[in-house]
């Protein structure tokens, strides 16, 4: 069972009494006072996608962004955010970063990379900062969904500050 605080007047934060404990991307926003939404909701292992978390949201899938890590040739790693309906578009992901090349870095590698597991991947506080960008669409929304760092709970935020929270560079980063 949830119960509500109002602490901001766009968003309400849904603390658990028990059952989930806040995560490290949660804790995060609190020190930085960025307002959010804590979302539980039902995931299955076995579809991890994001048009099943909208589903289970309730909410459309262009609001339901999904975080993916990538590899430039000359970068390094990058993280790029994007609508759950879309991928990456890799051409404009490499110039906006300053690589020839960029690439989906293997899977087996997300957890020593990220800190984070397939499905449970935020753009908010991995091992490192890496660079991040975030399709441009998401500041058409008041707020937005991501992973909120573990399966079956997402975080709302306004796009605005998860853009400035993360540094990140906005653009037509998908296809």
Do not use: W
Not at 21 to 29: F, H, P, V
Not at 41 to 61: K, M, N
Not at 117 to 123: A, E
Request: charged letters at 20%; aromatic letters at 10%; hydrophobic letters at 40%.
């Amino acid at each position: 069972m949830y119960f509500c605080s109002a602490f901001d007047s766009r968003f309400v934060r849904i603390m658990p009494k028990k059952g989930i404990e806040k995560t490290n991307a949660a804790r995060l926003l609190d020190r930085a006072g960025i307002a959010y939404s804590l979302i539980p909701y039902e995931y299955d292992e076995s579809d991890l996608a994001a048009s099943h978390v909208a589903a289970s949201l309730g909410e459309p899938i262009e609001r339901v962004f999904k975080t993916l890590v990538l590899h430039g040739d000359k970068s390094g790693y990058i993280v790029c955010v994007v609508p759950g309906n879309t991928e990456v578009d890799l051409k404009a992901l490499a110039k906006a970063s300053g690589n020839k090349k960029v690439e989906m870095i293997p899977m087996k590698d997300l957890l020593a990379v990220t800190g984070y597991i397939r499905g449970g991947c935020s753009p908010i506080g991995m091992k490192k900062k890496f660079p991040t960008y975030i399709h441009e669409t998401a500041l058409n929304f008041d707020s937005i969904f991501i992973s909120a760092g573990i399966r079956g709970l997402q975080l709302q935020l306004s796009p605005a500050d998860l853009t400035s929270f993360t540094n990140a560079t906005t653009g037509p980063f998908a296809v």
